[in-house]
Nanobody, 126 residues
Framework: QVQLVESGGGLVQAGGSLRLSCAASGRIRSISIMGWYRQAPGKQRESVAV???????IYADSVKGRFTISEDNNKRMVHLQMNSLEPEDTAVYYCHGDITSYGGWPGAPLARDDYWGEGTQVTVSS
């Protein structure tokens, strides 16, 4: 079992900042990619920022220069620092992980799956 738990959402005025965090736990062997997605009301879920293990971060054009994704491999955490927030950033933010986990019994095969957190609301007022 693997779980992703987000924290750090909330209400902020335009121009303000928030920091989201996501902690991965469970029978984790390795993490290939972790990232943040968001879904605004009436819109499809979209990628905000992802960071491959050992690779460079990839950002959506709409957040470049304002958001920064970082990871702490030892703690299996990923963070999203969001600055200069705009009302258009209002959405539910989801943590995602491409994670390989151990099986549930000795000798069980590894399993690589996509995992999602439950989401955290970010609201930016104008």
């Amino acid at each position: 079992q693997v779980q992703l738990v987000e924290s750090g959402g909330g209400l902020v005025q335009a121009g303000g900042s928030l920091r989201l965090s996501c902690a991965a736990s469970g029978r984790i062997r390795s993490i290939s990619i972790m990232g943040w997605y968001r879904q605004a009301p009436g819109k499809q879920r979209e990628s905000v920022a992802v960071i491959p293990d050992g690779g460079s971060a990839i950002y959506a054009d709409s957040v470049k220069g304002r958001f920064t994704i970082s990871e702490d491999n030892n703690k299996r955490m990923v963070h999203l620092q969001m600055n200069s927030l705009e009302p258009e950033d209002t959405a539910v933010y989801y943590c995602h992980g491409d994670i390989t986990s151990y099986g549930g019994w000795p000798g069980a095969p590894l399993a690589r799956d996509d995992y999602w957190g439950e989401g955290t609301q970010v609201t930016v007022s104008s």
